[in-house]
């Protein structure tokens, strides 16, 4: 995920093939130790064995592909962004640390998938202490940061988690704050572009059961904050949502509203 962090041209990680042997060498060896404790030359057995593994993996496996005689790469870094995922949440469950991970690397877009995908490796962890899911654990050690500490694109990375997962474990207090936070953000500055409005959009139009969600958060920006955020809250209802049918009706009492305000 270094490669991807920093924004080269190919974001798979690339691998020389001696980490591979030697990674490989290192648990192979172990697992014939356990299983053929009489065995002579485990050394040999294993590389043989890994030399077939690689030769599997390039020809029939789509997994891992080299790209010359020194240096493989993932196929498509779907893979390695779930394997990636799939280490960081299997490898500890220390909450804390965990969190930090998440908060530090919640500002870079090309981690966010990663994390969505740490959310749902943790979504059934539940802290034996407090019974505190690790997806509300981690809203309140955001909410706990100095001010300024904690960007947007942390709350975006958690509507992601929402829209792709809606047994995501957080809390209705907590999702109706993480959206409260977002749609705050675009009222700063309404466009219909950029990751914000692209993350509403998305929750929006894909997500069925948090849709209502975001609706009773523009609803409540149009009628409780100014008249400019309240104006935008509107723009936004009907680009994401539709016309308002019930509670506000007509262009014309609208209007009336406004001029009141």
Known sequence: QDANER????????????TIVSVLKKRRRQHLKNALPDALDLDQET??????????????????RPIDETTWAFLHLSFQEHLAA?????????????????????RLSSWHLTLVLVFHHLRDFQDQVDGRSFNDFLVERALGQPAGKVGVSFWRLLVRALRDDRLARFNPRHQLLIVERVVANWLKKPVFSGETFSVLKQLAEWDDFHRPLLLQVVNSAW??????AALAALH??????????????????LAKGLRER
Do not use: M, Y
């Not at 640390?97 to 530090?104: D, G, K, N, R, S």
């Not at 009628?223 to 400019?228: F, V």
């Open 47 to 64: 590389n043989d064995q890994i030399t077939v593994f690689l030769d599997h993996a390039d020809e029939r496996c789509g997994l891992l």
């Open 7 to 18: 924004k080269k041209d190919d974001a798979r990680a690339i691998i020389p093939r001696e």
């Open 236 to 253: 936004l209802r009907v680009r994401l949502l539709g016309w308002p049918t019930a509670s506000l009706t007509e262009p014309e009492e």
């Open 223 to 228: 009628s409780k904050r100014g008249l400019g």
């Open 86 to 106: 799939a280490w960081k949440a299997g490898g500890q469950r220390d909450r804390e640390t965990i969190a930090q991970f998440v908060l530090e690397k919640a």
